[in-house]
């Protein structure tokens, strides 16, 4: 108790750090300034306080003061010792968890470089096995004139009277090949199909088949042209009619003399208005893709085209048109080739053309296109989507890009992102 007394007592003396400060620097026993509070002030305050012969009263309240700067100074020591020791704890676990961190980002980077190199292999695999099933394709529609020929002159030889009982059979299409029979019949199915644009059908709502309530018009409407005084051919009808997505329509004739019939100007006018105002009979094209031809190839010359037709015996004018894919605008700086689009009117003038064509002393690859099959008659700008010709568009910003299929602004018609190009790339195939 007594010693809490005189606790007491001199906490009442002296109450804290700064009154001890103050009372020390009166008999300057410490220095002024930052150093007041230190080891140094400390220690040259007890030596100074020893020599100065202090008196009673003097020395009890010296000793206390400098009791408030020692226990300053101990709890100063304590916490920069803890503040040192939690930052050199906190900077371990900081370094611990980044390196973790960072081996983990390692592993992960890792892996998807590996998925990426087996996603390359994978596409590079995808894109040889698609360019080998289109050579096929182009190899069976340039046999098929052959063999047909063949096939016919085979069919049509007669036995001589008197020859031996044990002569060769005659031969037939089903000897054939199966890929000759399915070229050939292939390329009979592409003839006698004919495109109906804009056709205005009155489809019932209850129709279960929407297809064969449009043949039975179809048919109704061909009969009308013949009690017009418009016949068909011989034989001739339609076998089957396929409704579009978008309302265009395919016709399958019966025979190919009954497609090119439906072509003729006055039965194709006749015919239109009998299906409605907007109908359009569209006749079949064929489109060639002729790969890096030289830039210097200009073919809006068409003298230059019916050069190319002459040299690679092709027939004049079965080059209806010739564009290049890519706007020029979009070309790269010293680009020396481009993918240049060849519409033909007819199957074996197209079937010669994939042989390969010859430009001056190039040889070119030609390719069927069989991802965008064109639709559009008219001249519309697949950059912009405005009534004129691609090749002929002014614009350049790509904001100002607005597709024909979709009439979405953002981007072309011939941009492969475009969602309508790449979900109908088929509906003008066969069946």
């Not at 031996?164 to 037939?172: A, C, F, G, Q, R």
């Amino acid at each position: 108790m007594a010693l809490r007394a005189r606790k007491n007592k001199a906490e009442k003396d002296i109450p804290d750090l700064d009154a001890a400060v103050a009372f020390l620097r009166q008999f300057t026993l410490i220095p002024e300034g930052v150093n007041a509070v230190s080891d140094a002030g400390l220690v040259s305050g007890l030596l100074h306080f020893a020599h100065s012969a202090p008196t009673h009263e003097l020395a009890r309240k010296g000793l206390i003061a400098f009791a408030y700067i020692a226990r300053e100074l101990l709890e100063s020591k304590r916490f920069g010792a803890v503040a040192t020791a939690v930052a050199e704890r906190a900077e371990e676990q900081l370094t611990l968890r980044l390196d973790e961190h960072t081996s983990r980002l390692e592993s992960r980077v890792e892996e998807i470089m590996t998925e990426i190199e087996g996603a390359k292999k994978e596409l590079a695999v995808c894109g040889q096995r698609l360019k080998e099933a289109c050579d096929w394709v182009g190899q069976a529609e340039v046999a098929l004139t052959v063999a047909r020929k063949d096939l016919e002159t085979a069919t049509a030889a007669v036995p001589v009277a008197g020859a031996p009982p044990n002569s060769p059979p005659k031969l037939t299409f089903d000897m054939a090949p199966a890929r000759t029979r399915r070229a050939i019949t292939l390329a009979e199915h592409l003839q006698r199909q004919v495109l109906i644009r804009g056709a205005t059908l009155a489809i019932p709502s209850g129709e279960q088949d929407p297809n064969a309530a449009a043949l039975r018009q179809v048919v109704a409407a061909i009969e009308g042209l013949a009690e017009g005084g418009l016949t068909p051919p011989a034989g001739g009808g339609i076998e089957a009619a396929r409704v579009l997505q978008h309302g265009d329509m395919v016709l399958t004739a019966s025979t190919a003399e009954m497609a090119r019939w439906m072509l003729r100007p006055a039965v194709a006018t006749a015919f239109s208005r009998k299906l409605g105002l907007r109908a359009q009979i569209i006749e079949r094209s064929y489109r060639l893709v002729a790969e890096r031809v030289p830039v210097s190839f200009d073919p809006a010359d068409q003298a230059a085209i019916r050069d190319v037709e002459q040299r690679n015996g092709l027939q004049a004018g079965s080059i209806t048109r010739a564009s290049w894919i890519k706007p020029l605008s979009r070309r790269r700086p010293g680009q020396l080739t481009a993918h240049l689009m060849l519409t033909m009117a007819d199957v074996n003038q197209a079937n010669i053309a994939l042989r390969g064509l010859r430009l001056g002393e190039r040889q070119i690859v030609v390719r069927r296109d069989v991802e965008e099959p064109k639709r559009a008659e008219a001249d519309v700008c697949g950059t912009c989507a405005g009534p004129h010709a691609t090749s002929q568009c002014s614009v350049t910003d790509p904001l100002r890009f607005r597709c024909a299929n979709c009439a979405e602004d953002g981007h072309a018609a011939w941009d492969h992102s475009c969602p309508t190009l790449r979900s109908k790339p088929g509906d003008l195939g066969p069946g």
